[in-house]
């Protein structure tokens, strides 16, 4: 268990007041959520505190009853029975999943970027919180605390063999399960558990990871493996050596489509394009008839290439297409 009146210390908390044991078997009860043992010894030991001048707060628990009411009542995410327990006084809190397979581990919520793990305990993050809390506020007149400033454990290259075998769990669960097209009580779990689970894995993994490449049958997947992939790209080769390979698939894939519609009269032009400041690249069919174009994204014909009468589909797709613009 952290020594978390320690960790408190550190971080400038003198003398913090706890929850009781009643207080902390009230809230799980309302919540369903069974807390993990460092997190209830967290709340036994400080029932909430903002750090200093910094717009950073760990939550009492009645904060995080009210942030995961609040979560729960606009459809934000639930991943395995996710509990708020810190925020930077913006709308993306820091919570800690209840629920195997990542029981303990914190997963950061953002509504206008990617969720995903960030730590493997409250423990770990109140470690890593020391050095961006002495760096400052962020800018002058800000309000919030951007929780990313404090660095992710999994920011990091490394992983443990824990991380690994939870990274396959998770990937497991999401190829049992599929992504779902449409909202669904576990719609949240299903989506996530694939790229959570690529996050998990370590550089060692590569192969695992650009196996999906190949594998995928949902254009979803193909965008989790190419961002991960581009992740290890700088420190290993064989992930770029995998990138470079699969775009060179995927034009060759669209060149094959376009000579496909060109054999039944429809013009069709395939294009890439680059995104510098992520890195992704990324693969367009567009459809011409004289002033009438439509467009597919090339996932989405790439992950269906060996489905029976794919081609007739696709010419039956463009026909329909050109016909509704005019």
Same mark, same amino acid.
């Given at each position: 268990? !952290? !020594? #978390?009146?320690?960790?408190?210390?550190?971080? &400038?908390?003198? /003398?913090?007041?706890?929850?009781?044991?009643?207080?902390?078997?009230?809230?799980?009860?309302?919540?369903?959520?069974?807390?993990?043992?460092? *997190?209830?010894?967290?709340?036994?030991?400080?029932? &909430?505190?903002? #750090?200093?001048?910094?717009?950073?707060?760990?939550?009492?628990?009645?904060?995080?009853?009210?942030?995961?009411?609040?979560?729960?009542?606009?459809?934000?995410?639930?991943?395995?029975?996710? *509990?708020?327990?810190?925020?930077?006084?913006?709308?993306?809190?820091?919570?800690?999943?209840?629920?195997?397979?990542?029981?303990?581990?914190? *997963?950061?919520?953002?509504?206008?970027?990617?969720?995903?793990?960030?730590?493997? /305990?409250?423990?770990?993050?109140?470690?890593?919180?020391?050095?961006?809390?002495?760096?400052?506020? !962020?800018?002058?007149?800000?309000?919030?605390?951007?929780?990313?400033?404090?660095?992710?454990?999994?920011?990091?290259?490394?992983?443990?063999?824990?991380?690994?075998?939870?990274?396959?769990?998770?990937?497991?669960?999401?190829?049992?399960?599929?992504?779902?097209?449409?909202? $669904?009580?576990?719609?949240?779990?299903?989506?996530?558990?694939?790229?959570?689970?690529? $996050?998990?894995?370590?550089?060692?993994?590569?192969?695992? *990871?650009?196996?999906?490449?190949?594998?995928?049958?949902?254009?979803?997947?193909?965008?989790?493996?190419?961002?991960?992939?581009?992740?290890?790209?700088?420190?290993?080769?064989?992930?770029?050596?995998?990138?470079?390979?699969?775009?060179?698939?995927?034009?060759?894939?669209?060149?094959?489509?376009?000579?496909?519609?060109?054999?039944?009269?429809?013009?069709? +032009?395939?294009?890439?394009?680059?995104? !510098?400041?992520?890195?992704?690249?990324?693969?367009?069919?567009?459809?011409?008839?004289?002033?009438?174009?439509? /467009?597919?994204?090339?996932?989405?014909?790439?992950?269906?290439?060996?489905?029976?009468?794919?081609?007739?589909?696709?010419?039956?797709?463009?026909? +329909?297409?050109?016909?509704? +613009?005019?």
């Amino acid at each position: 268990m !952290p !020594p #978390f009146d320690e960790l408190l210390t550190r971080l &400038g908390v003198h /003398s913090p007041i706890g929850a009781t044991d009643a207080r902390i078997d009230a809230f799980e009860a309302a919540t369903g959520c069974r807390l993990p043992s460092d *997190v209830r010894a967290l709340f036994c030991t400080c029932d &909430g505190v903002r #750090f200093g001048d910094a717009a950073l707060r760990l939550f009492s628990l009645d904060q995080a009853r009210e942030r995961y009411d609040l979560l729960r009542s606009v459809g934000y995410p639930s991943y395995w029975g996710c *509990v708020p327990v810190a925020d930077g006084f913006d709308s993306d809190p820091l919570c800690v999943c209840t629920e195997p397979p990542l029981t303990g581990y914190l *997963v950061h919520l953002r509504h206008d970027a990617s969720s995903g793990p960030a730590f493997r /305990s409250v423990g770990s993050f109140l470690a890593a919180l020391a050095p961006a809390l002495d760096a400052g506020p !962020p800018e002058d007149g800000i309000e919030w605390f951007p929780l990313d400033r404090v660095p992710y454990d999994f920011a990091a290259p490394e992983r443990t063999m824990e991380d690994v075998a939870i990274g396959r769990r998770l990937l497991a669960l999401a190829a049992g399960m599929g992504v779902p097209a449409r909202q $669904t009580p576990d719609h949240d779990e299903r989506a996530a558990a694939f790229p959570f689970g690529l $996050t998990l894995l370590s550089d060692t993994q590569v192969g695992e *990871v650009a196996a999906f490449l190949t594998d995928a049958r949902d254009p979803f997947i193909l965008v989790c493996v190419e961002a991960r992939l581009r992740e290890m790209a700088p420190r290993i080769p064989a992930a770029a050596e995998a990138l470079r390979r699969h775009g060179e698939a995927q034009a060759a894939f669209l060149e094959r489509c376009r000579a496909v519609l060109e054999s039944v009269g429809i013009g069709s +032009k395939p294009e890439r394009r680059e995104f !510098p400041l992520t890195g992704e690249v990324s693969y367009l069919l567009t459809v011409r008839e004289g002033y009438v174009s439509a /467009s597919y994204d090339g996932r989405a014909l790439y992950v269906r290439r060996d489905e029976p009468g794919f081609h007739d589909w696709f010419t039956g797709w463009a026909r +329909k297409q050109l016909s509704q +613009k005019h």
